[in-house]
């Protein structure tokens, strides 16, 4: 015969389980549904940091200085230019179709859904078991899960972005199987982690994105709660406040963190001077002057951006359907302690989020 305690413990587990599947589906969703709709914006940004010229085409011309009286000489000149974004795009429907604008989405799609995945269940999990040994949420805790689980992503995911990054920067018709094979026959497996190193230093946006978003968030959560206002006006202004914190706190640490992006690209240029992030991070500022570690940040700001709001408010969404529970109010809420003495008063759904431990109202 089951004894209370023992039904307790088998629904406590039945909702971990729970939530922790929701965190893997909600962040492969929102992950896969903010690659798609921004694949050619990412295109153009990666062409701006390559050192390679990536938007240039050869133009046969008259040499009309040519020593030859009697015969026309041609020259193949390369024609060197960096247009706008407007202009890339046309500039790649033109010369690639429809399909350049969309190079690298396979392994994009291949790997951002494990890698949101991975990089939201790491975060959650390291932030649940921070918050429970040190019974309180604070900025260290944030800061501790967020680098966790930016190292696990790159870990596990680099080669993935390593293809993506030479398929986008290719102008021809290079085909993934084929630089596949080039790249392990020259380098082996070793060479499908170049910018790696890179990438352990970007954790620093991933610190600065998520430390921001939390506070922004439970500050907007804090003012909606001073003010008296229906269930619909309440739903809306939780999703509006998600973009908003998303949106805040991702261009301030894109901003901050940008130069690491631009280097983690040089890295992974097929035959290059680059070796390692610290020389890769002084050639370019030698030779392009701070404009060369900012190279593409207008376009990965206008791509970003309104990735992470998507991603971000996927996210939040799905999880808000997933572990809703019919059997209990959608409003019951828990407490969080955040940087200020204050309390502020969260839905349930965002205290599954932050991985809290305290006990219902």
């Not at 914006?41 to 062409?47: A, D, Q, S």
């Not at 991603?311 to 407490?335: K, N």
């Amino acid at each position: 015969m089951s004894t209370p305690n023992t039904k307790s413990n088998g629904e406590q587990q039945t909702g971990v389980n729970r939530s922790t599947y929701a965190h893997l589906l909600a962040g492969g969703l929102a992950g896969t549904f903010g690659a798609v709709l921004t694949c050619p914006l990412e295109v153009i940004k990666t062409r701006y940091q390559s050192s390679q010229n990536s938007f240039s085409r050869e133009k046969t011309r008259v040499d009309l200085h040519s020593p030859h009286s009697n015969t026309v000489a041609y020259q193949c000149q390369q024609e060197r230019i960096r247009p706008t974004i407007i202009g890339s795009l046309r500039h790649i429907i033109k010369y690639e179709g429809m399909p350049g604008l969309f190079k690298g989405l396979v392994p994009n799609l291949v790997g951002v859904a494990p890698s949101r995945a991975i990089y939201f269940f790491a975060y959650a999990n390291t932030k649940s078991l921070l918050v429970e040994k040190m019974e309180r949420e604070t900025p260290l805790v944030h800061i501790t899960s967020a680098a966790t689980a930016g190292i696990a992503m790159s870990t596990c995911t680099n080669p993935l972005w390593f293809i993506k990054t030479r398929l986008q920067i290719d102008q021809g018709n290079l085909r993934t199987i084929d630089l596949i094979r080039n790249v392990y026959r020259e380098h082996g497996l070793l060479g499908f982690y170049k910018g790696i190193s890179a990438s352990y230093v970007g954790v620093s946006e991933t610190i600065v994105h998520f430390v921001l978003y939390e506070q922004i968030k439970a500050q907007l959560q804090l003012l909606q709660t001073r003010q008296n206002s229906s269930s619909d006006e309440s739903n809306w202004y939780n999703f509006l406040s998600y973009l908003t914190a998303a949106a805040c706190s991702k261009s301030c640490a894109t901003t901050l963190c940008y130069p690491h992006e631009v280097v983690r690209t040089r890295l992974r240029e097929e035959g290059t001077k680059y070796r390692t992030f610290l020389q890769t991070l002084k050639t370019v500022y030698y030779e392009e002057s701070i404009a060369g570690l900012y190279r593409g940040l207008l376009t990965h700001l206008i791509r970003q951006i309104p990735n992470t709001a998507i991603m971000m408010s996927t996210y939040e969404l799905v999880i808000a359907f997933l572990t809703s529970d019919s059997a209990s109010p959608p409003s019951s809420s828990s407490e969080v302690t955040t940087l200020q003495p204050k309390k502020v008063i969260l839905y349930r759904v965002d205290a599954e989020i932050n991985a809290t431990n305290e006990a219902e109202l």
